[in-house]
């Protein structure tokens, strides 16, 4: 591990990538608007946001296959803002791995060091590397096509590793793969990041694979970027009403409700203390999973959904439809009469018009 971990990063040290107040303008729709971050060398990093975000574009401009319309970007201090694709120092995988029908997988990954005109025995070396660490060494002399979806990712994975980027970008690698193989082959990115330990910027609209296997997520929302951090951090301490919203399944519930002397009234009978929040209207966002069974809030489940070793729970609760999610051995069926009860830590206060998160929590 040792071993991979150093030759991929011969020629590279430290590399962090910083984008400064990167804009790309498609002639009026801003579809990359002031992004400035900071994505950790050596860390595995999901570009993440729903269709038309942002996230391809943000990373056709750290690839050079795009230019931006202003800011820079920089790989450790050097910026390769002018740079063309070829200087940057990139390996890119494509949702539809772009390989080469015609050659061999063996061709396929030698090719960018038969371009850069590498000695034969080199060649034949770090391609043998690369082979082993997607584990497809004994596929080495078939074409393309007669290789699986996550083959042929594989193929694209070691294409792109063999020329020892300083940095792997990866848009939407998974999409094309059906919901087994998509599992099987994003626990072999995280395995295949650890062990080159190459920085690597992963784009997905799928929340659940950014928040299985990244390091850090940038979530994404019309160009603009809405938080960056551990996915863990993101889910429990969300910065605003979209972030809270967009992860999570089944989704968070929101609730619009007035902050009354401190309270905030869910029910005629069931209400909840709150530090922070000002008197006024809020939005209450509850997460399935707060619910729990106890002395609380009475009411009934109108609809009951096994989930694995899950049961969801469907009830009404002022005025909307809310979700909890109870272990199977509540045993609750449809029409039950329940008793819930909060976890405070997965209640989060919006403000109704802008969404920001306000500094508000269950008190007690
Ligand atoms: P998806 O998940 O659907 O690929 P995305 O988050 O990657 O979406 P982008 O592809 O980066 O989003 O697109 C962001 C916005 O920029 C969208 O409104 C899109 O229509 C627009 N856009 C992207 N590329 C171009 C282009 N070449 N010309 C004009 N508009 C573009």
């Known amino acids: 591990m040792e071993t991979i971990k150093s030759k991929i990063n011969e020629r590279s040290c430290a ?5 400064e107040h990167l804009v790309k303008d498609f002639s009026g729709t801003k579809a990359v608007n002031d992004v400035s971050i900071t994505i950790q060398d050596g860390k595995l990093t999901g570009l993440l946001g729903p269709s038309g975000c942002g996230k391809s574009t943000t990373l056709y401009l750290i690839s050079g296959l795009e230019s931006p319309t202003s800011g820079r970007i920089f790989f450790g201090n050097r910026d ?18 772009a390989l080469y ?3 061999t997988v063996e061709q396929n ?6 371009n850069h005109k590498e000695g034969k ?3 034949r070396r770090r391609t043998l590397e690369m082979a082993r660490l997607v584990q497809i060494e004994d596929l080495l002399k078939r074409k393309p096509g007669k290789l699986s979806g996550g083959q042929q990712q594989r193929v694209a994975i070691a294409r792109a590793l063999v020329k020892r980027p300083d940095i792997l970008l990866l848009d939407e690698p998974l999409s094309n793969l059906d919901a087994r193989l998509r599992l099987e082959m994003r626990e072999e990115i995280r395995r295949i990041q650890t062990e080159t330990g190459v920085t690597t910027v992963f784009v997905t609209h799928d929340q659940e694979e950014a928040m299985s296997i990244t390091d850090e997520i940038v979530l994404m929302r019309t160009g603009v970027v809405q938080q960056q951090c551990p996915p863990q951090q993101m889910y429990l301490n969300p910065a605003n009403r979209f972030v809270a919203g967009f992860l999570g399944n089944p989704p968070i519930n929101f609730f619009r409700l007035d902050v009354c002397g401190g309270t905030v009234c869910l029910a005629e009978d069931y209400m909840l203390r709150v530090r922070g929040a000002a008197d006024g209207p809020v939005l209450v966002g509850i997460r399935p999973e707060a619910w729990r069974l106890g002395q609380g809030l009475r009411t009934a489940a109108e609809a009951v959904e096994m989930r694995g070793k899950d049961l969801l729970v469907t009830f009404s609760l002022a005025g ?11 045993g609750v069926a449809a029409g039950d009469a329940v008793e ?10 919006f403000d109704p018009e802008t969404g920001a998160r306000l500094d508000a929590e269950v008190a007690g």
Not at 320 to 330: C, G
């Open 15 to 19: 590399m962090e990538l910083r984008l």
């Open 101 to 103: 029908p015609h050659l």
């Open 121 to 123: 025995e080199e060649i």
């Open 109 to 114: 990954i030698a090719f960018p060091l038969v």
């Open 320 to 330: 909307e439809r809310a979700r909890a999610i109870l272990d199977i051995t509540a």
């Open 340 to 349: 819930l009860t909060l976890e405070p830590r997965l209640v989060y206060f």
């Open 80 to 97: 390769v803002t002018a740079l063309p694709p070829e200087k940057r120092g990139i390996g890119l995988v494509f949702q539809n791995y």
